[in-house]
């Protein structure tokens, strides 16, 4: 009597550990494939510019930018600290006020019908045609790349925030409602835990734009920053250092990337195991 059950049991047993290992190499794989794209991508890039025989000065080879990464990392490292310094400041800055936002639009309806067209109207300006008004303003210093890289990151946490303080299950607002609970309590206690996943997908949004916005800032004017030591390195053709702090700005934008999803795995591990089972 007891032998069938077990059987099913060490058959359960079996099937989950089947789907365990498939998940891991489904994962695996998920890792490897962007990453031997781009391998292939630079192996293409090297061997074909060696074939043309191109000029250094137009296309240099993935082997000079690498050179060139290594040999200068000392001068390379100084102008990414100032561009990581505007992008962090600047992105802090920016999440604060994107949430400040979006809470004071989702709670009051005179307040949404006051700023949130603001809010969408200041993405209309290009933020290249506001870079040298904030310059006149606020001199070569910190404060005007800062601006630029708040004016670049708030909107999509404001947009996203907004969003899922609105996605909210209405039962759960009418339940807290018949027990007492004012407009405040039901946006503490229901509208803003369930906003967090869209709040962290602005915010992951955000910060891969702000090594833009920080760029865009250090083009118009600075003395430091990797902007400012592509435009240099373009005037006098040092095509390897313009490509190699391209290299490192992709890093840095693909690095706070990563890091605010690895907060948001920490931070909220049911919805990360809800995206993994999808």
């Not at 310094?85 to 936002?101: P, S």
Request: net charge positive; aromatic share 10%.
């Amino acid at each position: 009597m007891t032998g069938i059950p077990r059987r099913r049991t060490l058959a359960e047993s079996s099937s989950a550990e089947h789907r365990s290992w498939s998940f891991s190499w489904r994962s695996l794989l998920s890792y490897l494939l962007p990453v031997l794209v781009v391998c292939a991508l630079i192996a293409a890039w090297e061997i074909g510019v060696r074939i043309d025989n191109t000029p250094r000065w137009f296309l240099p080879k993935p082997s000079d930018v690498a050179r060139e990464l290594f040999h200068s990392r000392q001068l390379l490292w100084g102008h990414t600290w100032t561009t990581l310094q505007e992008m962090l400041v600047g992105l802090a800055i920016a999440f604060v006020l994107g949430i400040v936002l979006a809470v004071a639009i989702v709670a009051s309806q005179v307040v949404e019908r006051a700023i949130y067209p603001l809010v969408i109207a200041s993405q209309a300006i290009p933020i290249i045609a506001l870079a040298p008004i904030l310059l006149v303003w606020f001199g070569y210093g910190l404060t005007p790349k800062v601006i630029v890289v708040v004016l670049t990151c708030f909107f999509p946490i404001v947009v996203a925030t907004v969003g899922g303080l609105r996605a909210v299950d209405g039962d759960a607002i009418a339940l807290l409602r018949s027990m007492g609970a004012n407009r405040w309590q039901v946006m503490r206690i229901v509208r803003i835990p369930s906003a967090l996943p869209s709040l962290l997908a602005g915010t992951r949004i955000a910060a891969a734009w702000s090594v833009i916005g920080a760029i865009v800032g250090e083009w118009v004017g600075a003395s430091s920053g990797l902007g400012y030591l592509m435009t240099r390195s373009a005037s006098q053709f040092q095509t390897p250092r313009l490509y190699a702090a391209v290299v490192i700005a992709a890093c840095l934008g693909i690095g706070l990337f990563c890091l605010v999803s690895l907060i948001e795995r920490f931070a909220m591990p049911w919805h990360a195991a809800a995206q993994r089972n999808r």
